[in-house]
């Protein structure tokens, strides 16, 4: 009974969504107020409807409802009810309930929060938001329905991937799909400034607080797969460009650059076509991660669907959403006026660097992406577009771009002082000289590459924390004054100096963990020792036990540096009895300046443990954590930004704005 319900208020939901993108549009074209506010009730409607719908499918998993078919195929009865939980958004049908959920909740935020909004540009807003639920409405119910039942029922399920039953992977996809979903009131708020045909200082105001919100669900989830895939997989690393997780990487390039590009349409009344487009082309690179993740062209852990069908479908919807936004952009961006202009070096110039930079990044890993499908597509062929390539196109980008940050905080609006701004960084420029020359004295040289972008990552650091000091007169002024004015400064200026330290502190554990990796692959037997980077690793037992679904087999190894126990490894082999697959997790040791990381595998082809031993792979990854420390201090920086009231009210306007018809300008916060 329950899944019916389920299944009806699905159906419910696309009523209202059907609502929400159809009448709103027609009494914002006829200035009539009561369609107008038929579209605020209409989404948070659809948003009620949708939590039913949730709450009715892990309802259906928690209790191992085998009888629906979803249940059937993705859960077990031994599963701990936490996976079981998790397995309600670890598929396909289930986990495009949960995108609808998420895009239904942003609509009643802006139902809810956006009082101030001119009521006919909340009604498109709402109008485009309602228009993306149809299409994943009608996706999910008539391709993908998460509560089609089986007849008859089987005893049990088939189980979960055992390689998604995991903590950090529970988390990671809601996580993402805020961020995903999020970039979609980006592009709602863009379609609705088109047809309009005007963008001020009001609307990059309302459009900042959503981009930056999804941007920080997006950075947090990225972090999250990305620390699962570290310790889940075994292989050492932390990014492999997998074509999925490069389909998240991309709409985060879009949506750094779309919140730097909206301050200038902020502050300067510049860019405002091209902060349009990013804002349509960072919610159409979600969109095009939802086509790779369920069409089938890819093949990956990450891929929630293989049928061809839904692909075409999906397709079909990215065709609509993008080349429909992108035809009325040609049409209206050629009417929206820009502001004032600017010379090279400026703050606007910075910008404006940093956003060819992020957009031309973003389309190298776009191509590797696409490469590969497209060239199998016309002629059978198929290749890997790997790290190499990525290695080779990203990172060249990245360098002007890290050395650009801290100068464009501090240089002025339309025209500044290069060598001034040089002058206040000079304590920046010295300690990282230092630095680098110390640590080229150090190693002899070797490595000089790796040392110079390590430099790079620290005058990033530093640079940020100049500026910081540099707003707050410290000693220049008394002490208390400064403090003073530490006191006085908008959140968002902390928000910017943490972000891009955070930038700095992620790029020292990407460089260190790149460069001066070690690893030892080799079998040992029970009371072997190795040594790797100073450490002795000795496999001291290996013993199984019992899981809850799975049987475990764990190592542990003694790590002592001269003599001195610093650590105990416990690598294990697991292997998930219902769905027949093995799973390795990696014994890892963190501390602030290295990994010790340890995988267990099993022993040569053809031979028992007993005979040859276990195949072992040990890792010393210097600096590594030093990569999610500073994605954390970006997300946080982000958070720390939205608490910051002016990201909540508009932008102060003239008496003759005040007086304007649409009452466009004269409009305060959209949360």
Sequence with gaps: MITELGHYALVLALGLSIVQSTLPFWGASRNDPQLMALAPSAAIGQFIFMVLAFAALVYAFAVSDFSVINVATNSHSSKPMIFKIAASWGNHEGSMVFWILILAFYGALVAIFGRNLPPAFKARVLGVQGLISVGFLTFTLFTSNPFERLIPAPIDGNGFNPLLQDVALAAHPPMLYAGYVGLSMAYAFAIAALIEGRVDASWARWVRPWTLLAWVCLTFGIALGSYWAYYELGWGGWWFWDPVENASFMPWLAATALLHSAIVVEKRGSLKSWTILLAILAFSLSLLGTFLVRSGVLTSVHAFAVDPARGVYILGLLIVAIGGSLVLYAWRAPELKSGGMFAPISREGALLLNNLLLATSCATVLLGTLYPLILETINGQKISVGPPYFNATFGPLMIPLLIVV??????????????????????????????????????????????????????????????????????????????????????????????????????VGVVGSSAWQSERILVMKPGDTIDLAGYDFRLNDVSEYQGPNYIGRRASIVVTDEGDQVAVLQPEMRFYTVERQPTSEAGIHSNMFRDLYGVLADPPEGQTAAEAGYTVRIYHNPLVTWIWGGVVMMGLAGTISLADRRHRVGAPTTAKAKRDKTGRATAGAAA
């Design 406 to 507: 801290p100068i464009g905080s501090m240089i002025a609006w339309k025209r500044g002082d290069l060598m001034g701004v040089l002058s206040r960084l000079k304590a920046a420029i010295a300690i990282t000289l230092v630095i680098v020359i110390g640590h080229l004295l150090w190693t002899q040289g070797k490595g000089a590459l790796a040392v110079i972008a390590l430099g790079i990552a620290w005058w990033v650091i530093f640079g940020s924390l100049v500026e910081l000091a540099d707003r707050v007169q410290l000693f220049r002024v008394p002490f208390a004054r400064s403090l003073a004015r530490a006191k006085g400064l908008p959140l968002s200026a902390y928000a910017m100096a943490i972000a891009h330290m955070g930038l700095g502190v992620m790029m």
